[in-house]
């Protein structure tokens, strides 16, 4: 079989996937996001050739570029091409207040959160959850651009600046943790490997941002935790990210569309990338 996985270049993630797809005696095409193009009523759709895709990152654009391909996505899911993770999952996860809202809905406790398009609101939000507070941008992923602020002066200076970029306010109130989190990988709704990820810095675990990780055996409510959070959002694949708060209470912090394993398969021995393509492969064989 061949299979497209959607990135933005060869990184360290697609030459695993080409080595895995390679075990698995199938072949793995790295096409770049941003020169994907499509027709109708012209045969011009490429990736209409491969028996299935694999979205590996959502390359920054603007407006129209994300949606245009988003809608390739969905033109080829209806076409019977499978897509991992499908169009409706990656334009949930990729919204944080979107994802969020649909834990929340699911009965899983999140972090009190305010997403606002204005400095005075995320100001009042900042007051409301207990002035101490974590701003991300609502697209991202990583932790990058994250900012943690417990100063009224800091905070309106920070809001200030989002709201003449244009962004979206996404406040989120701070909770106390140990210093660590746990990432589950999630996919055919079982949990298949799990670390905790280690803070460097005192409140940010990412593993991208100097956060180290080791493996760990999830109990019977994390794992029940992070499934649920999987089935919330309908994610065949997902990162889900768990955060032990105050007196052992467990939060959804976030969950993750694409997410990667880099930091998770050194420590879990876990070959992640042929067990994606092994289920791609039968989703294309099954229907």
Same mark, same amino acid.
């Given at each position: ?69 988003? &809608? ?40 009190? +959160? ?17 002035? &101490? ?85 999830? +109990?019977?409510?994390?794992? +029940? ?12 694949? /997902? ?7 105050? /007196? ?8 993750? /569309?694409?997410?990667?394993?880099? /930091? ?24």
């Amino acid at each position: 079989m061949r299979f497209a996985i959607l990135a933005a270049g060869d990184g360290w993630h697609v030459c695993d996937l080409r080595r895995a797809a390679a075990v698995l005696g199938h072949e793995a095409v790295a096409v770049d996001f941003r020169r994907i193009s499509a027709g109708v009523a012209s045969g011009a759709d490429a990736l209409a050739a491969f028996d299935g895709v694999l979205v590996r990152t959502m390359p920054p654009g603007s407006l129209e570029q994300v949606i245009f391909r988003m &809608d390739v996505l969905h033109r080829l899911q209806v076409a019977g091409v499978p897509v991992l993770n499908p169009p409706r999952v990656i334009e949930i996860c990729v919204d944080k207040y979107l994802a969020t809202a649909r834990l929340e809905e699911a009965g899983l406790r999140v972090p009190p +959160t305010v997403a606002c398009q204005h400095a005075d609101a995320a100001l009042e939000a900042f007051h409301a959850l207990g002035g &101490d507070v974590v701003v991300k941008p609502l697209f991202g992923s990583e932790g990058r651009g994250m900012m943690r602020i417990a100063d009224a002066d800091l905070a309106w200076r920070t809001f200030r600046t989002l709201e003449r970029l244009q962004n979206v306010l996404y406040v989120q109130r701070y909770i106390d943790h140990p210093g660590w989190d746990l990432r589950v990988f999630v996919l055919d709704k079982r949990a298949i490997a799990a670390i905790r990820r280690r803070s460097s810095d005192g409140w940010r675990t990412n593993v991208a941002q100097g956060g180290t990780a080791e493996v760990v055996r999830l +109990t019977e409510e994390e794992e +029940t935790l992070a499934l649920r959070a999987a089935a919330a959002v309908d994610a065949p694949v /997902a990162g889900v990210d768990l955060l032990p708060g105050p /007196a052992g209470a467990w939060y959804v912090l976030e969950i993750n /569309a694409v997410p990667g394993w880099r /930091a998770l398969a050194p420590v879990t021995g876990i070959d992640i990338p042929v067990l994606l393509l092994g289920f791609l492969a039968d989703r294309y064989r099954n229907g």
